[in-house]
């Protein structure tokens, strides 16, 4: 440690963005690209507490499939430990941790809880720390700083800084990449502001968004997917008021954004550790200031109750057509919370296969790019690797994987028996191919 941190509080801040060394506190979607691409012409130590994702890293596979062989050989300056001890050399630290919502629908900071927990003891004068993870207004500061300050005995501030830049990675996105996507920046104070600014100007090529606090950052990411989400949900409940009344949805939906400003949005089901997630972060906000968020709460309702519907009507045309006879084999085809994706959190298609599975038929789900053992071992279902033609009474198109694209309606059909259901939830292909689409 340099004399100079001693003498001048913010020496820290006044280095040359280029020069320092950076730890990536979680190695998913969203640390392992910041890792890679900082790893391109500077130090960079990845640290994530699960060993066997070290392993996987360190032999140069990403089983979320975000990053390749070439990514990796292009971060010659990246390394990856699960060591914490390796991080003493960083100075900067950026914090990619998850923040789920639990049984009731709360927040969950356990993870970021004990990332804050060890990087106090990490943590020297002069650090930066700055975190991704999205949270509610307020928590970078009042939550992860005290944690910091209690475990180091720094000060906020003065000793050290914060910073908040929310990710906004989309998964299984190729056309828009980690540096294709502007990137808010923030600080715990101006000149923190201006150094975390500066040090994600370096990769971001669409440019970065400096706001004026941390609590605005945070903010802006919350309702980033609150707004899709109210918005699907209200597509959703238009579903299914016209599937009530006998009209095609996408139709309507065809027809009524043949003006300027209606917003395309379609239905289907809600999941992932995003949207589904994040606006119970705000609401929580909301409830402790007193305020009840009626309409964000009555869109998390109806889009959690989704999975529930798609069984229900698939259900009522197996009665209808009286299938039992035929088979009470259900095939679901995709289990990831969206295409292209192998990430199944929060995947609302589970919500689907159990409610079948209540009914009392019998369910094989087949999904070309999900993890089988991670699957089985969070859901307890056994994907089946091959599909066998004129077996299943029903298939659920649950998830548009380009796979299931490339297979077409016809292939797909041919999965079932005699007489069999179609229900396109994505409405991937046209509405004369299937018999039920949202």
């Known amino acids: 440690m340099s004399f100079e941190k001693f003498m001048d509080p913010l ?15 979680g190695l998913g979607y969203v640390g392992l690209p910041l890792a890679i691409e900082f790893g391109k012409t500077q130090r960079v130590v990845g640290f994530d507490v699960n060993e066997s994702r070290i392993s996987e890293l360190l032999s140069c596979f990403d089983k979320t499939k975000e990053i390749s062989d070439t990514d990796f050989a292009s971060a010659p300056f990246c390394s990856f430990t699960s060591n914490k001890h390796d991080l003493l050399v960083c100075d900067v630290f950026i914090v990619t941790v998850p923040t789920p919502v639990d049984k009731n629908k709360e927040p969950d900071l356990n993870a970021l809880r004990e990332a804050s927990k060890m990087l106090s003891s990490v943590i020297s004068r002069g650090s930066i720390v700055i975190y991704e993870s999205t949270v509610y207004p307020g928590l970078t500061e009042e939550f992860c700083g005290p944690i910091l300050e209690n475990g180091s005995n720094l000060i ?4 050290f800084y914060l910073g908040y830049s929310p990710e906004r990675v989309n998964p299984g996105d190729s056309n828009r990449r980690l540096t294709d996507i502007v990137k808010i920046t923030s600080g715990s104070s101006r000149e923190a502001a201006i150094f975390v600014d500066n ?13 004026s606090s941390i609590k605005i950052a945070e903010a802006a990411k919350v309702i980033e997917n609150t707004q899709r989400d ?3 949900a209200l597509i959703n409940e238009l579903a299914i008021i016209f599937n009530s009344l006998n009209i095609d949805t996408h139709e309507v939906l065809e027809a009524a954004g043949t003006k300027w400003n209606f917003l395309p949005f379609s239905p289907g089901l809600v999941g992932g550790h995003c949207i589904g997630v994040d606006p119970y972060y705000i609401t929580h906000k909301a409830q402790q200031a007193g305020y009840e968020p009626d309409i964000i709460l009555a869109g998390r309702r109806l ?21 039992i006879e035929v088979s009470k084999k259900i095939l679901i085809l995709g289990v990831t919370f969206k295409e292209n994706c192998p990430d199944i959190r929060n995947s609302k298609v589970f919500d689907v296969v159990n409610k079948l599975k209540v009914y009392g038929l019998d369910i ?8 089988s053992s991670e699957v089985f071992s969070h859901q307890g279902i056994k994907l089946i690797d091959e599909v066998p033609s004129d077996t299943y009474a029903g298939i659920v198109l649950a998830v548009g994987h380009k796979q299931f694209i490339a297979m077409g309606h016809q292939k797909i059909r041919a999965f079932g028996a005699a ?4 229900f396109d939830v994505k409405s991937l292909f046209d509405r004369s191919f299937s018999d ?3």
Not at 156 to 159: G, S
Not at 364 to 371: K, L, R, S, W
């Open 11 to 25: 020496a820290g801040l006044k280095r040359n963005v280029s020069e320092v060394n950076i730890g990536i506190i």
């Open 156 to 159: 906020l501030n003065q000793d």
């Open 199 to 211: 040090l994600y100007s370096q990769i971001i090529k669409a440019g970065t968004y400096k706001v």
């Open 230 to 232: 109210v918005n699907i």
């Open 303 to 323: 889009n959690d109750s989704m999975g529930d519907y798609i069984a229900r009507q698939l259900f009522k045309e197996y009665s209808h057509r009286n299938l």
């Open 364 to 371: 094989d789900c087949y999904d070309p790019i999900a993890d």
């Open 419 to 422: 007489n069999s259901i179609l």
């Open 436 to 438: 039920i689409r949202l």
